[in-house]
């Protein structure tokens, strides 16, 4: 089967839909919390100028622009707090641009949410046996997957929610490829954000122009100087990782991870592994001497900075954030806002935690996924802990209710809690959902702009 | 000097105002006639149901949509009949996104000819420093030099029109490298011409993220895992390349190479040393028994259809083009129109062509420039030729009457030729232009769509 030919057929299962259902979910909620951030903010002020009073809507503000800048923009907000969901398959944030160019479509053609859910699970399968064949050299190299892969997923869903038959899907995947870039040097700016906002944008223009008539090479993917070859794929061919496609769903089987805190997922295991120990042994913040945390040796390249002096920093610096964990008791997305950065009793523990290296750590797990944390108090005591994983990993899944508890901190950013409750009661019913309209109407119109 | 310092304060020379605007009058003409192309067209729909009614010129059309989307529609339209400028330093077609995103922030910003012109000018420079960089092995990895250089490109160019110091043009040029991409393995479909309209359309959208606060890295173009490294480039950094920025320039040394044939340039050699045997003795297509043609080893790569059967084919059809030229006497729009795809004289002259490699051609010179011509009449006298570049070239550059009749052939496409005439007059003082606008609204509202 080809890619094009299973965006036509797929017949996504139940339970693939009910994934999509949560990351839909999930990701609408970080789109509504990241709307009001400044990366958001530069592609609302252009997408304003560029075309207001139209079809699409930019959630968690007033604006209403086209399906493309609708796309841009949410992608973009989507991914702002860096608290979007993960693959681990692709190594790409999945849900932001599936999410936005869903979205975007949706409310074009007045999509049901079954549909629009099968839409996203067209474009995760894609994009994740892209990921099979491509990473980690794709990855390695300097690509962003979340924009590259995510460029033709979001082309895949978009061409799926457009009904588009294989040989008008053929040329929006194949548009698609010509479209894709994002280069993990922009990491640690607002274009990483802006990278899912045009995964999105590119992937639904894809699929418009496929749609008016623009055709493209029936090989642009895997042919001698497509998308593979060009951008460096570890595997030349398609074939064995596409073999199974519609039979075998990687949305079931490597499943997504949900973020917990809106820090680089290279936090998550130590700062799982210190609340878990604060809560079991009840210390606070004025009862450590030190906190030491040893992680594997690809963490330190992530988590550059000691020092942060932004929120954005905060996210990538594993003293801050273990140090808020520590002082507040939870990492959410007030952890990053300017007080806590400068708040006097978080910067004191800020300076007394150290983290290095551990070689004691499983050589064979996969990168940030490994944490030993030890806590020293005061009064002698030395706790420890180690962590593989963490919570909101495909096989510690978020609970329904935690997944609830960050839509609403999420999207009480952007609307009132009443808005907000309505809006997570008609997300926990998508699949029945007979116009998807319905629910963004509740989304996109908070007044944030 | 860095590319974004160099953006901020270069001050171009008159000489290169002046390339710049035979750029902008050829290119333009190319526009006005690519305008009612297919792929032009599919983008002008996806276009008008996104955005009508908005402030920039989608020439040739009466539509009217935002910066970013004109600039999409005119960069497609420019190299939708691939007859648009060439650099043999870039290895791009600089025009169509350089002309086609200066417009749209011109028209944004009314400003004035010269200022267009400088814009031009930044962004050609900067484009062949990469290209000097970056090539060969950057566009032989299956990059098209037009869409990838070209999207920096266009956001220099943009970001001089508005304005920007180099703080600000960095964050232009860094956004514009995570957005740049396009795939050689959609050369030959409507996606080619695409590609000139998103490098257009993205460094637009880069430049006006700038100035809307959205910030990158500054070192996204040559840091470890930014534009250079992920993009194949020969050289892994600038340095060398662009250590005479605004004091040596390329627009003068290196030069744009004008189409004079609406073909692949790989026809132009040979297609020049037939028209002038054709005229020099006198025979015409009833007379010819025969012609070969020797080529290097890399044109019949390029040159793929020996039986066309669209005109994009016969675009990349040595047999075709041949035989249409002494048919008809010369090589124009008209030449690859479905009524000469199909002429039966044509059909019948086609087949009496032979394109075959000669190794006799001189290795050095660079690849598809050489063409060894030999036509056998039925007279049995043989007549010969050896092509080395073709007109249009630098080192031969189209006369001024010759770009005025392209001009008006191409214009002529979209307006009546008194528009035309007026909008010739109009580009040949562009320099003067106290706003662009009024050329703009020359070739703005032709009446196509």
């Not at 007033?62 to 860096?82: E, K, P, Q, W």
Request: some cysteine; overall charge negative.
């Amino acid at each position: 089967m080809t890619l094009a030919e299973f965006v036509a057929s797929a017949i996504p299962p139940v339970e693939g839909r009910h994934a999509a259902a949560r990351a839909l979910l999930d990701t609408i909620g970080v789109m509504l919390a990241g709307a009001s951030e400044s990366a958001a903010a530069s592609v609302q002020q252009v997408v304003a100028q560029e075309s207001s009073g139209l079809q699409c809507s930019v959630l968690g503000t007033r604006l209403r622009t086209s399906a493309t800048n609708a796309a841009l923009a949410n992608g973009t907000a989507g991914h702002a707090h860096d608290y979007d969901d993960m693959c681990f398959v692709s190594l790409a944030h999945p849900s932001a641009p599936l999410v936005a160019a869903g979205l975007a479509i949706a409310e074009l053609s007045g999509a049901t949410g079954r549909a629009l859910l099968e839409a996203y699970v067209v474009g995760f399968e894609i994009e994740a046996r892209l990921g099979r064949a491509m990473n980690p050299r794709h990855y390695q190299r300097g690509w962003h997957c979340t924009s590259t892969l995510g460029t033709i997923g979001a082309a895949a869903a978009a061409s799926r929610l457009l009904g588009f038959d294989a040989a008008v899907s053929v040329h929006a995947l194949s548009i698609a490829a010509s479209e894709a870039s994002g280069l993990k040097e922009n990491f640690g700016t607002m274009v990483k954000p802006f990278h899912a906002g045009l995964a999105a944008r590119n992937g639904v223009l894809a699929a418009l122009l496929a749609q008016a008539g623009l055709t493209a090479s029936g090989s642009a993917i895997e042919g001698p100087q497509g998308f593979l070859a060009a951008m460096d794929s570890e595997s030349s061919a398609l074939l064995p990782f596409i073999a199974d496609l519609g039979g075998r769903w990687e949305i079931l089987d490597s499943g997504i991870t949900v973020k917990l805190y809106p820090s680089c997922a290279a936090t998550h295991p130590a700062l799982d592994a210190l609340l878990d120990l604060k809560y079991r042994d009840g210390f606070d913040a004025a009862d450590v001497d030190r906190i030491d945390i040893g992680v594997d040796a690809i963490t330190p390249t992530v988590l550059l900075h000691e020092h942060p002096s932004t929120g954005l920093e905060g996210k990538f610096s594993m003293p801050f954030c273990a140090a808020a964990a520590v002082v507040d008791g939870h990492v959410g997305l007030a952890t990053f806002a300017a007080d806590r950065l400068a708040d006097p009793i978080v910067a004191g523990m800020r300076e007394r935690v150290a983290m290095h290296v551990d070689p004691t750590l499983d050589a064979g797990a996969p990168p940030l996924t490994q944490a030993r944390v030890q806590v020293t108090l005061k009064d002698g005591r030395v706790l420890g802990a180690v962590a593989n994983g963490a919570r909101g990993y495909p096989d510690r899944p978020a609970t329904s209710e935690q997944l609830a508890a960050k839509f609403l901190s999420c999207a009480g950013v952007a609307l009132p809690e009443t808005r907000a409750r309505e809006a997570l009661a008609a997300l926990q019913c998508i699949d029945g959902a007979a116009d998807v309209r319905t629910v963004i109407d509740l989304c996109g119109s908070g007044g944030a702009t």
